[in-house]
């Protein structure tokens, strides 16, 4: 437990969780901002499970064919927002990142998505670079006129 002196080592404390917390985040934003199968793809561990509102991905291989499915009709993101985040280091390489988020895109048909969501991800770091380990997110597609 803390003092409420503030003592070197709690300077040092301090400024790891802020720099872990900065470096967890901005690995989030080139996440939602990607515009890749294969840079997507590279953000999670081999050994990741994630959820996508009713589908489990139990593998990388499972959730690389749905992420490959995507892009593949991704013509051009419209928004890619984080309205609110909230990162908790569990340890100096682990965080977990719980978020709203806001997502438009439209396909190679010209269909327009509009997506609002929370999302969940454990984030590991490995060599040097933040991943994701686990993910969930559950979201829903709205007409342009209901995104608030």
């Known amino acids: 437990m803390r003092s409420h002196q503030n003592s070197d080592s709690d300077k040092l404390l301090d400024d790891e969780l802020a720099k872990i917390k900065a470096e967890v985040k901005q690995a989030a934003i080139d996440h939602l901002n990607t515009t890749d199968a294969a840079t997507a793809i590279s953000h999670y561990t081999e050994d990741v499970i994630a959820i996508s509102n009713d589908k489990l991905f139990p593998s990388l291989e499972t959730l690389s064919e749905d992420i490959k499915a995507y892009y593949d009709i991704l013509k051009e993101v419209n928004l890619a927002v984080w309205d609110k985040m909230y990162i908790n280091v569990i340890n100096t390489n682990a965080a977990l990142v719980t978020a709203k ?28 670079d933040w991943k994701i380990r686990v993910r969930h997110e559950s979201f829903a597609t709205f007409e342009e006129n209901e995104i608030s």
Not at 118 to 128: H, Q, S
């Open 101 to 128: 988020f806001r997502y438009s895109f439209t396909s190679i048909n010209n269909e327009k998505t509009d997506i609002q969501g929370m999302w969940t991800a454990l984030y590991i770091r490995l060599g040097g």
